[in-house]
C-alpha cells in the first residue's frame, strides 16, 4: 500500500538515506521506520535497511527512497519527518514526530499524551 505524507523524509536525509542503501549494495531496498517499546521516555525509534514487504506495511517514496512502516507503528509516526542533523559527535537521523508529547534528551525515545501522566526518567 503506497500513501503519500503518511510519513516524509528531508531531500538530505533522503541523500544520507540513499549513500546507505548504495554502500550495502541494496539500492532497490526501503528504510524501515518503525517503534518499539523502551527508552527512557516510552517508546524508542528504530530505522533499518529491509527488502521485505510485509501485510499491512505501509510504503511512501520520497526524493528517491522508498520508507516502509508497519501498521503498530504507523499511528505512532504517522504526520512524522525524518531528517539528517550533524552535530560535534557526528551526523544522523532524527525523527521529528507530531505524536510525541515529549521527547528524551537523547532524541531517540519519545512519550505519548496518554503516557503523561506514567511520568518516567530520562536518560
Excluded at 68 to 90: C, F, H, K, R, T
Aim: charged share 20%; aromatic share 8%.
Amino acid at each position: 500500500m503506497v500513501q503519500e505524507k503518511v510519513i516524509s523524509i528531508t531531500p538530505l536525509a533522503a541523500e544520507k538515506a540513499r549513500e546507505i542503501l548504495e554502500r550495502y549494495g541494496k539500492s532497490h531496498a526501503a528504510i524501515r521506520v518503525y517503534i518499539k517499546s523502551g527508552g527512557c521516555s516510552g517508546y524508542q525509534y528504530g530505522m533499518a535497511v529491509d527488502e521485505r514487504e510485509l501485510e499491512g506495511d505501509t510504503f511512501v517514496e520520497m526524493h528517491g527512497v522508498r520508507l516502509v512502516v508497519d501498521p503498530m507503528s504507523l499511528p505512532y509516526l504517522a504526520g512524522s519527518e525524518i531528517d539528517w542533523v550533524e552535530n560535534l559527535m557526528g551526523g544522523g537521523f532524527t525523527v521529528h514526530n507530531p505524536n510525541a508529547a515529549s521527547t528524551c534528551g537523547c532524541g531517540h525515545s519519545f512519550r505519548t499524551k496518554d503516557q503523561e501522566a506514567s511520568g518516567g526518567s530520562c536518560c
